[in-house]
């Protein structure tokens, strides 16, 4: 996981923001929300009118801008400064509704940020301990909740072709369940945008008091869930950083998903080839 110093190194400053919003104060986080909210508008601002427009003090916007990794808040201004045009161009997701062409190609194109943000955002060393968990699991639980649960009944499919068994329940009750029956011998995996929902608290705790080996795919790297977790793997989606409510796709976690069952499938010692030539033997006389 990266030090607080290093954050700003290879993370927008709004990704940055979005990462430690969980672990802010209440007043840290009204800055928090006022800047992403306007950074165009903060990056042309004094340090009072920005205390103000969030109805905090000066001293919290100067603390806020210290946790985020800067050294003061002049320098998270000029940061947001530079970013902007970055944002305007490639990030924030304009549609001219006139124009279906035009439209297609926004959307494909900021999908295409999305992922290639995702990728340079990914931890190398934790992808490797990531797999090297799976490869030796009995059974790999998956566990999420709300609008990612579709995004986990997507992985359980994908894993177990590859060879892997996996278990997915869509129940809360059925989730809690699972993490009882869970042996060290098997691993959790998370999937959540915010790593802050209550029900995979409760089960990440579970895992982590009863020593289950565990992996979240998050878009919060800081969160509860995360901090709970072995191992964390992050996607990017630049839409939750403005629209906080939604995000259009679950591309971007379903790409790390992806990610690690090829990377699982092609290992030699996991090869799952044998086992999906014989499977499609049976399947052949379903198919036309």
Do not use: W
Not at 10 to 38: G, R, W
Not at 77 to 88: G, H, M, N, V, W
Not at 119 to 148: P, Q, W
Not at 186 to 210: C, E, H, W
Request: aromatic share 8%.
């Amino acid at each position: 996981m990266q030090k607080e110093g290093d954050r700003l190194d290879s993370q927008k400053t709004l990704l940055a923001i979005n990462d430690i919003y969980p672990n802010l104060y209440e007043k840290e986080k009204k800055v928090a929300k006022f800047v992403i909210n306007h950074p165009q508008e903060v990056s042309e601002m004094n340090i009072m009118e920005v205390a103000a427009k969030s109805g905090v003090s000066d001293a919290t916007v100067i603390r806020f801008s210290k946790k985020v990794g800067f050294q003061g808040f002049y320098h998270l201004k000029i940061a947001l400064a530079t970013e902007c045009t970055d944002l305007r161009d490639g990030y924030i997701l304009t549609l001219k509704s006139e124009n279906v062409k035009a439209n297609i190609t926004s959307i494909f194109e900021h999908k295409i940020n999305e992922l290639r943000e995702t990728m340079n955002t990914l931890d190398e060393k934790e992808v490797e301990e990531s797999i090297s968990l799976i490869h030796r699991c009995d059974t790999l639980y998956l566990f999420a909740a709300g609008n990612t649960s579709p995004v986990a009944e997507y992985a359980s499919f994908q894993f177990n072709l590859a060879g892997v068994k996996t278990v997915v329940n869509k129940t809360l009750e059925a989730q809690i369940n699972s993490a009882y029956l869970m042996k060290p011998s098997d691993v959790a995996l998370a999937i959540t945008y915010s790593g802050n929902t209550n029900m995979l608290l409760d089960v990440f705790t579970i895992a982590k008091q009863r020593r289950i080996p565990s992996i979240c795919i998050t878009g919060v790297a800081d969160s509860p869930v995360a901090i709970l977790c072995n191992r964390t793997l992050r996607f990017v989606s630049m839409e939750k950083a403005f629209f906080e409510a939604f995000s259009s796709t679950k591309m971007n976690a379903m790409a790390v998903v992806d990610m690690l069952v090829m990377l699982v499938a092609q290992d030699k010692e996991n090869n799952s080839l044998p086992y999906n030539s014989e499977r499609e033997k049976v399947l052949a006389k379903y198919k036309v």
